[in-house]
């Protein structure tokens, strides 16, 4: 930890599952590369990938292989119909569960939305060292859910965040 408590600015990748969104309408990635942005981290990679578990796998396994992405977030396909696939396709992956992410999330969905929030199937965890947040794909869901991470992912935020323990995600 800096003593000089100055931002440790994180590389964030973001994937937004969709089979209809474009980089030309992609308004909930946008707004997660936006936030990243204007916090003071930097983009280490964006793209946009079909509701297909093994694309979505493999992308994912890609950047948590990749020592230089630190944080991923994900938009989309974390709902009930039969094409989202987004946890089947990244709760393998994972080292551990951060349980904490999802319960909150709704918690403050329910506020917007009520009892339509039980069909958020968002979730978060660490594979390989590198923090997963996996989001819905609206755009309001999104800012939600970057409005609980933020903080943790601000190393000076106190008492404790999630940026500080990086160096130990891969502890033995």
């Not at 997660?32 to 796998?57: C, F, M, W």
């Not at 230089?68 to 551990?96: C, F, N, W, Y």
Request: contains cysteine.
């Amino acid at each position: 930890m800096d003593s000089d408590n100055s931002l440790l600015s994180l590389k964030i990748a973001v994937m937004t599952v969709s089979d209809t969104r474009t980089e030309d309408n992609d308004k909930s990635g946008k707004i997660l590369v936006d936030n990243l942005k204007s916090a003071g981290h930097y983009l280490a990679e964006k793209t946009i990938v079909p509701d297909d578990i093994y694309q979505i796998r493999a992308v994912i396994s890609q950047w948590i292989a990749d020592e230089s992405v630190q944080v991923i977030l994900t938009t989309g396909g974390t709902g009930v119909t039969g094409r989202d696939g987004t946890p089947e396709a990244i709760k393998p992956l994972l080292d551990k569960e951060i349980e904490g992410f999802g319960e909150i999330f709704r918690m403050i969905s329910y506020q917007e939305i009520k009892t339509s929030t039980i069909q958020s199937r968002c979730l978060a965890g660490v594979a390989n060292g590198t923090y997963i947040f996996c989001l819905p794909g609206s755009s309001g869901a999104c800012q939600t859910g970057w409005d609980i991470i933020k903080d943790q992912l601000d190393s000076r935020n106190r008492p404790c965040n999630l940026a500080q323990l990086i160096p130990r995600l891969t502890e033995t």
